[in-house]
């Protein structure tokens, strides 16, 4: 049975000498993998169309197991992001993520939608971790691991909060941060932007400027919190520590 799909390709794995197995989030079908033969043979018609960060619309000969790739229109290719190191790291770990945290057939739009507006917004030049860490924090809820960020994860108080718990997921306030010793203190405005980053619509994103203080900040707390309770390990994020080490020049952000 042959079905068109609109998605995005999020992983590809070489199988044999010229096939790949091409991973998809589409809208209509969440993830799937399908095989594309000969895509990395260079005069195929389906090399173009697998290629990782590709959105387009694909035509699948569905099966119970593996799907077969028929052919495939690309939409968007996401040019700006694959010629620069940066967005395509930054892009590599979205995708890296999402295939992480989701389950296969398994239909989202709302996840689609998310996944395309951030690359989409990467593309455009939009700052890469500034859209990182908004995309981490709307994944917490895919993942079911969503923190307290209403309210004091203790109390329930909706006072300031000035600690984040990993320990108990969530805020404290000024009242109950004796509870963990190892809560993070967080400044009023820290508080404000993971928040924001959780309930943010991308459409309304405007320009946000942070501080290398609290860039660290919120860095240290989204991946100290991904790594206590989403139990996934992305190679990605370790290139992309990598890469901020070497301090290499950055592409404007517009």
């Known amino acids: 049975m042959l079905q068109k799909v609109e998605g995005i390709v ?11 197995i091409v991973t998809i989030y589409s809208k209509e079908l969440g993830k799937i993998g399908v095989m594309s033969r000969g895509s990395k043979k260079p005069k195929s018609r389906l090399t173009a169309v697998s290629q990782l960060f590709i959105h387009g619309m694909f035509l699948l000969q569905k099966s119970q197991g593996l799907g077969t790739l028929s052919q495939g229109e690309i939409i968007d290719s996401f040019r700006e992001v694959r010629n620069d190191l940066f967005r395509a790291s930054y892009a590599t770990y979205v995708v890296e993520l999402t295939d992480k945290l989701t ?9 689609f939608n998310l996944l395309s507006q951030t690359l989409h917004l990467l593309n455009e030049g939009v700052e890469p971790e500034i859209l990182l860490r908004i995309y981490e924090m709307k994944m917490l809820s895919v993942a079911g691991i969503q923190p307290q960020l209403d309210e004091c994860v203790h109390c329930h108080l909706t006072d300031l909060p000035v600690a984040f718990s990993i320990r ?3 805020f404290l306030c000024k009242r109950c941060v004796h509870i963990d010793d190892n809560a993070r203190r967080i400044s009023p ?13 991308l459409n309304r994103l405007g320009q946000i400027s942070l501080k290398e203080e609290t860039r660290a900040t919120l860095r240290a707390i989204i991946n100290d919190y991904y790594d206590e309770y989403s139990g996934v390990t992305l190679k990605s994020r370790r290139f992309l520590e990598q890469l901020e080490k070497m301090d290499l020049p950055k592409p404007d952000s517009s």
């Open 103 to 111: 389950d296969d057939r398994k239909p989202s739009s709302a996840i």
């Open 168 to 170: 108990h997921a969530g």
């Open 10 to 20: 999020i992983r590809t794995t070489d199988y044999g000498e010229s096939n790949k």
């Open 189 to 201: 405005q820290t508080a404000r932007l993971l928040r924001l980053f959780f309930y943010i619509d």
